[in-house]
């Protein structure tokens, strides 16, 4: 597999400047996600807190290997959606509409799925956090 089909894979509107912004952002959270599941994987103890309540509270306990939840569902879904913007799936979804709306509509729905693989991994980036937070407070 050449670079350039790698690169294709992940930045598939490289003229849009707003969707490799958000794409730039999604792999930087990534990378912020993967640093924060090797920290956690180091200090943290074999039992770690797993679930909170509204109040922010422990309120379950589990094994060190369910953190691998945290990176391998962000993950999972960023790559699906990179695979779904490659396909040209939603263009195509559009192409019956009239010309200039079905393309704004097109335009549209690639930006809401840039800007929602973005937020699904910025939310497992806070549970990680929360989780390596809490689980340090178990320790002291």
Known sequence: MSVNRIKLFFFPDPQKKNFVFITKLTISL??????????????????IPIHFNLRGETDYYGDKSSLWVLLIVPVTIFLCASALLQSNLISHSFKHEAHPVGKHMAEESKLMLYIVRAAVVFVFCVLAAITYWQGQQTIS
């Open 30 to 47: 990534l990378a912020i996600l993967l640093l924060e599941f090797i920290i956690a994987w180091i200090y943290l103890p074999n039992n």
